[in-house]
Structures are given as structure tokens and as C-alpha cells.
């Protein structure tokens, strides 16, 4: 009788973890198409800011940070994620910025040059410090659309207190397998778990930048 028992126990638990694990499979693949749509999706349009930051991986994301601080005398521009020996006059010349006329000498004394961040937690990370070491409490954020969910949520984590204005610049949808691996470290930061995998440096922040 007792060994009936036992073995009529997988037999119950069998459809029981089959319907786990079809919601789980279901659920994720309804918020991987939420993700693609929401990255194809135009966001609002930006106001005005007294604070930019651009997280470095493309050259529109640099070009475009430049060129709203351009637009803007009194804002103050953070660039995230900058190689240890990268300069303004740098990256200005490799975002094309310098061939639409743009010189690094007029804005250097608004752009602070983040030079830890490795990650987007990190790229949180400086883009907090640099927000209350400057009192900037406003902030247009510019990364890839398809980045900017992400980028978000991290942000919100470590500068809670701040107003966050999305700016996306190309690519806005990447190659499907780029796609589900930005989604899978979308969910990974909705759960917390960027914080023990990503591990983010202590800001080091260059102002003005060079």
C-alpha cells in the first residue's frame, strides 16, 4: 500500500509542474514580445534638461549628448563608461561630432567623463554620483532604444530621487538573439539580481573633461 502511494505522488505532481512551467514559458515569452514593442515604440519627446547623460556603446549616443548640450548654455553633460585614457577632444573626433563643425574646448568646462562603469549598473552608478555632486535633479538619458528599459530601471535604483527623461538614439531593435539577451538582463535588474552579478565600481568621475 505504501509503495502504491509513492509512486502515485510523481504521477500528481506531474501536471502540476508541467502548468509551472507553461506559465513560466508563457509568461516569458509575453514579456519578451512586451519588450520588443515597447523598444519599437517612440518614446515622448525630451524637455529641456539641466543634466545629460549619455552611456557609452555607439557613436550617435556621444554625438547626440554633445548636441543637446550644445543647444542647452546652462546644461551639464556626464559621459559614462569612457576608457581610462579616452579625452573629450577623443571622443568628439570619434562620434563625428568634430566633422559637423563641433570643438571640444567650448563645452569641456560643462562634461564630466565617467571612466569605471563596465555595465549598465555601473553606468547607474556614476551617473548618481555625478547627479549629487552637481545637484542636477533632471536628467535626459541617452543609450539605444532598445537599452533604455534597462538602463531605467537601474538608474531609478540608484538615484531614486531624480527625474529621468529617455532619449533613445539607433539601433532601436538589434538581431533577435542580441534582442533576448537584452531582455533576459532586463528581467535579471527587475529581479535585483544585477546588483551580485554586475559588480559596480566606485564612481571616478574627470571634471572638467579634457
Known amino acids: 500500500m505504501t509503495g502504491a502511494t509513492t509512486m502515485r505522488r510523481p504521477r500528481r505532481r506531474l501536471p502540476l509542474l508541467t502548468g509551472t512551467l507553461a506559465v513560466l514559458v508563457l509568461g516569458g515569452a509575453g514579456g519578451f514580445l512586451w519588450f520588443l514593442h515597447r523598444a519599437a515604440t517612440p518614446w515622448p519627446a525630451a524637455p529641456p534638461t539641466a543634466g545629460i547623460a549619455v552611456l557609452t556603446g555607439g557613436p550617435d549616443r556621444v554625438e547626440t549628448g554633445l ?18 585614457d579616452s579625452t573629450l577632444s ?21 562634461v564630466t567623463l565617467g571612466r569605471e562603469a563596465t555595465s ?14 552637481t545637484g542636477t535633479r533632471e536628467i535626459t538619458v541617452i543609450t539605444a532604444g532598445f537599452h533604455m528599459p534597462r538602463a531605467l530601471m537601474e538608474l531609478r535604483r540608484d538615484l ?7 532619449h533613445p538614439v539607433a539601433p532601436f531593435l538589434a538581431r533577435p538573439l542580441p534582442m533576448l539577451r537584452e531582455y533576459v538582463k ?3 535588474a527587475a529581479l535585483g539580481l544585477s546588483t551580485f552579478t554586475e559588480r559596480a565600481p566606485r564612481a571616478r568621475l574627470d ?4
Open 207 to 210: 571634471r572638467p573633461a579634457r
Open 186 to 188: 532586463l528581467v535579471g
Open 160 to 166: 531614486p530621487e531624480a527625474v529621468l527623461h529617455p
Open 90 to 110: 577623443d571622443l568628439v573626433r570619434e562620434s563625428g561630432a568634430q566633422e559637423a563643425g563641433m570643438a571640444p574646448e567650448p563645452l569641456s568646462p560643462r
Open 120 to 133: 549598465t549598473r555601473g553606468n547607474a552608478r556614476e551617473v548618481a554620483a555625478w547627479s549629487r555632486a
Open 67 to 84: 548636441t543637446l548640450l550644445a543647444r542647452r548654455p546652462e546644461a551639464r553633460l556626464i559621459i559614462s563608461g569612457v576608457g581610462p
